[in-house]
Structure formats: C-alpha cells, structure tokens
C-alpha cells in the first residue's frame, strides 16, 4: 500500500541512533496509517478494501483514453464530480451449454465496498479484482453474414436527422459489423415529403457508417398506410431481390439485438414458399379489439419472396368512391394483413420472440427478464432506451451476452448493457418471472392489468419501485477499448425517487460503476 512519507525537516531531527530513528518513522507511519482516512472525509482508504487509487491491480494496464471517456460522458450527463464509485473486470469463458435466463455466480460482484471520490481529481480508477463469468459461444457483428435479409422502412426527414430520433446509431449495430462495413443486410428507406437533397444528405450518412442502404422519395400521393404497403413493392422491385431470402418491413425505431440468431431462426421457414412472419402486440386488450390476427410492424415483419410477388398482384391500395381504402384500415401493418387475409389463404406464422413492446413507462421489467428477445420497439418514444449503446458488448463476448443475466452471491444482477442491479433485503422473489414495472395506461382494474399482458409475459410478479428492496444502476455509456474487451458505465442518479423506501433518505452523491469485459 503506497503511504505518504516524512518531509525531510522530520529526518533532521530524528537522532542518529539508528534504534531511535527507525522506531520514530515507524511510530510515524502508523500514525499516517491511523488518521489520513478520519482526515480526509474520504471512505476511499476507509471502506474500499483494495488497492488504492494509481496501484496497479495487476490485471492490466489502464486503457488509454479510459479515463477521458468516463470523465467526458459523466460530464456530458452533468453528473459529479463527486461520485460514488465501484467497478470489477469480468473475464468471459464461452463455454457454456445454453444461455440460460439468469446465471448463478458463486462470488460476490463487489467483494470490495463503494469509494467516494471526485472524478476530477483522480489520475486513475479503483479496478475491482478479476471476476469469470461463464457465457453461449455465439458470433461478433463482425462474425454475422446477413446478406440474405432486406428491410424496408418508410420515414421523415426531420425523425432520420434529429439527435432524439435519429436510427442511424441503432441501425449500424444490426445493419454493419460494427466497424463501418455492411454485413450484407440491405435497406430500403424512403422519406416522406421532403427534398431531393436531404435524400442524398441522408444517403450519404448511411454510407458513412457502413450502411447498404437505398434511399428514395415516399409516394407522396399515398397516405401512411399506403406508404407503408408500397414498400413492400419497392422490396420486390429492388435489385437485389432474387439474391435475398427474407424481406422486412420495419419501423424507424424497431432494433434487432440478436441479428445472428434472428437468421438463424428465419432459416426454419423456406425461403421458396409464402410465408409471413411476425407477432402480435403483447396488449390482449387491443388484440380483442382489433379482432385481426395480424403482425404488428414494430416489431417487424417478414415475408418470404412468393408473399412479396402477390401482394404486388392483389388491390391491396384500391379505394372506394369517398377515398377509403376497399380493405377497411386506417394502419399499414392492419391493410396488409386484411389484403393478405381477403386475397389468399396466408395465415400468419407467429414468431412470439418477435416483440412489438406495447407496454408503456418504465420497461425495466421487460429489459431484465433475462430473455433474448428477437426485436425491440418504442425505445426512442415510449421507453426511452437507446439500445446501441446497450448492444456494444456483443462486440466482447458475443451477441448472447446481449442482456444476459448473471446473478451473485452479494444479491447482485447484471442484466448485461441495461442494468446492474442490487437487492440489498435479499432476492425472495422468483427472478424467471418478469417485473411489473410498466405503465398501464387507462387499464383501472389491477387484476385486468395483469391478465392483459400475462398471455405475453406470463405472471408478472410485483413491481419493486419505492419500497427499498431495489437499487438500480442503468446503462449510461459503453465504449469497445479492443479486440473483443468492452466498458460499460452505469449510473444511479441520487435524486432517483424509484431506489428509496418510505422515509429513506436521498444519497449524497450520484453513484457509478464501471464494468469491463475482457477475454
């Protein structure tokens, strides 16, 4: 442990007597040991349990700029400069069997306690010891070929180019190999009422990043329903369709976390006969009203070449005489199906890991459950997630590791690039059922709330806002440091109403950790 030493002044009265010298520096290092934590305020040195700050743990060198990244997005997010802190460095071993809905760890997460500091003042951070984890082999965005998928999605300008709902950061997680190159994946994008030059300002931007994206003006005569069934001519018309084995409607804030497996699922249904492909809202409350057993488009919905070819053969966008569409719909994944139903003898192939994420607030419960979901939607508007920061870590250990839960001894759970959460009154609940955190709208009857989505979810256990049994630290940043090692940084906000039971005080200070994935 490195230790303050004497000023010279204090050698040249200490007496030449080696006994009295050497037994006056000791007496005055013990005291140096005993009162600079009291001194300090500090509970760095006081409740750490580690290495102090700038000793090397000897698990590695600091990465350079790892410091200057965390600084910068604590800034960004006006957060500090005095934290609490804790971090660990977890080695990934892919040899595990499955990936499971939550993995046991038998060790505590952080066997060494939370520091104060000011992340201002530091020259290097506390690095928690050297912890396994046990993870599925599975493909890097670099490892995935998705060139036999084409999607389409209709939007407008102002949503592409605008910093809160812009897809493009989301899109390249799915749409490249995450180092700026295309992973075969096609797009069609059209834009609705905008200019020529924004379409070539948008074209650009997608080729920037990798994306193998063609760029149109939507038809302008068509309402939004209409738009949205006339891509699915534009995806039969692209050049590269005869290459390509599914074709997808998307909306502009649908995400696909797992795309490898995602391939690896369409692969069950031949390409060479009609099939469509999707899932219904997790809402039975509109399923019943609706009365229509269609795919919802947010969660994205595929078809197999036959299915595009007839649909561009059917009146699906013919009108009556006061302009109403002849299927009855006012929404284009609902006019699809009422074409597809009406004209042909197509029934939906359901695809339940497909999620259209209809449940509203706070969809922390849906994000910690520990299943690999196949799509996410709604994560700009009505849950706001930015799910590309999330998926980061596939570029560590992989595409499973997306999410994935690992449970430790200390009552920890990280839901890998959402959460790191702690349950300081013990976990006596059954973490495999998901967590009723959401907002049910206009739903009154507690009982009808939970029916609505348990034919989705299942049972939802008990939401844990307020009561004190739950601390929350969520995802806030991530950054890839090298070939296949990954830093995340979450965050629990002080003021955060949602960690405190009644009458329990506010913590002096927002609180960080810092995870860092390794091979």
């Not at 009422?338 to 695809?351: D, M, P, V």
């Not at 790191?420 to 976990?427: D, E």
Request: hydrophobic content about 35%.
């Amino acid at each position: 442990m490195a230790v303050l030493m004497p000023s010279s002044r204090f050698f040249s009265t200490i007496p030449r007597a080696p006994f009295h010298r050497w037994s006056l520096v000791a007496i005055f290092i013990l005291a140096i040991v005993w009162f600079i934590p009291r001194f300090s305020g500090s509970s760095i040195n006081g409740n750490f349990g580690g290495p102090p700050l700038g000793v090397n743990t000897g698990i590695g060198n600091h990465p350079k700029g790892e410091l200057s990244f965390i600084k910068q997005l604590l800034k960004d997010n006006r957060i500090g400069p005095e934290i609490q802190f804790a971090s660990r460095t977890i080695r990934y071993v892919p040899d595990a069997p499955e990936r499971l809905p939550i993995t046991e760890v038998d060790q505590d997460l952080f066997s060494e306690s939370f520091v104060d500091l000011s992340i201002n003042k530091v020259k290097n951070l506390p690095q928690g010891n050297l912890l396994d984890v046990h993870v599925h082999p599975s493909a890097r965005p670099d490892q995935i070929d998705a060139s036999s998928l084409l999607f389409a999605a209709s939007t407008t300008y102002e949503r592409f180019e605008s910093a809160k709902t812009t897809p493009i950061g989301e899109w390249t997680r799915w749409l490249t190999d995450g180092k700026g190159t295309s992973n075969g994946a096609g797009l069609i994008l059209t834009l609705f009422n905008t200019s020529t030059e924004n379409i070539h300002l948008a074209s650009q931007r997608l080729m920037e990043v990798g994306i193998n994206a063609t760029v149109l003006h939507s038809n302008d005569k068509l309402d939004m329903a209409g738009r949205y069934v006339d891509l699915v001519h534009l995806l039969h018309n692209h050049p590269s369709r005869k290459s390509r084995k599914y074709f997808s409607l998307v909306d502009d804030d649908t995400f696909f976390p797992y795309i490898g497996e995602l391939i690896h699922t369409l692969h069950r249904y031949d390409p060479s006969r009609p099939h469509y492909i999707g899932t219904f809202t997790e809402r039975s409350d509109w399923m019943l009203s609706n009365k229509a057993p269609m795919a919802y488009g947010g969660a994205g919905v595929f078809m197999t070449a036959p299915v595009i070819q007839k649909v561009t053969e059917l009146p699906c966008l013919d009108k009556d005489d006061e302009g109403n569409y002849v299927l009855g719909a006012d929404q284009g994944d609902r006019l699809l199906y009422n074409c597809l139903h009406n004209h042909t003898e197509l029934a939906l192939s359901y695809l339940p890991k497909l999620r259209q994420e209809d449940q509203m607030g706070d969809a922390s419960g849906f994000y910690e459950a520990g299943i690999q979901h196949l799509s996410f939607h709604h994560y700009h508007t009505w849950h706001e997630l930015w799910p590309g920061k999330m998926h980061i870590v596939a570029d560590a250990c992989g595409e499973d590791c997306v999410l994935q839960r690992f449970r430790f001894k200390d009552n920890f759970i990280i839901s890998n690039g959402y959460s790191v959460a702690h349950y300081p009154q013990g976990i006596d609940f059954d973490p495999l059922q998901m967590e009723a955190t959401f907002d049910y709208g206009n739903l009154d009857d507690p009982e009808f709330r939970d029916v609505v989505f348990s034919y989705a979810f299942g049972m939802l256990r008990k939401n844990l806002h307020k009561t004190g049994r739950k601390k929350s630290w969520e995802l806030l940043g991530a950054t890839r440091e090298g070939d296949g090692k990954v830093k995340q940084v979450y965050l629990k906000r002080r003021g955060d109403n949602r960690w405190l039971g009644e009458g329990e005080p506010h913590p002096e200070n927002d609180s960080v950790v810092v995870l860092t994935w390794i091979p």
